[in-house]
C-alpha cells in the first residue's frame, strides 16, 4: 500500500511537471515513485485534474524550447548546426504545438538496382478458365388438380 502525498510534495510535483511535462519528472523531483503519483490521481479528482492541466502546460513549454531552438539554428546563432538535435526540435514542435509543421528532409540519397536471380522456374499460370454450363434436361409435369402423382 502507498503512502499519501502530501499538499507541499503535491505542489513540487505539479511545478516539476508544468517544467518537465512529464510525471516521472514530477514523480522523480518528490522522491516517490510514479505508481504512488497515479494512485493518488485515483484517490483525488482535483489533483488529477490539476496533473492533467500541469502535464498540458508542460507539452507547451517543450514545444516553445523546442521553436526557440530551431529559430536559433535558423538564425545562425549556434556556432555548429547538429542536425540531430534539431530534427530532434523539430519532432517535438510537430508532437506538442498544435498547427506547428516543420518538415526534415534528408540531404542526398542512395541509388542502386536491386535484380533478383532465382534458379527456380516460376510455375506458368493458365488463363481464367470459363464455367462450363450444362443445358438442362429437367422437365416439370403438372398433373390436374385432384389426381395423384402415379
Known sequence: MSRKISSDVKEVILETIKEKGTMKAGAKAAGVSVRTLNEEMKRSEVFKRRVFEAREEGKRNIADEAIEMIKSYASGNVPKTDRNVLTANIALANAYEPGFRGTTTVQGKVEHEIRVI?????????????????????????????????
Request: glycine letters at 6%; proline letters at 21%.
Open 118 to 150: 532465382s534458379a527456380v522456374p516460376r510455375p506458368q499460370l493458365p488463363g481464367p478458365k470459363k464455367p462450363e454450363i450444362a443445358p438442362s434436361k429437367t422437365t416439370i409435369t403438372l398433373l390436374p388438380s385432384g389426381e395423384k402423382d402415379r
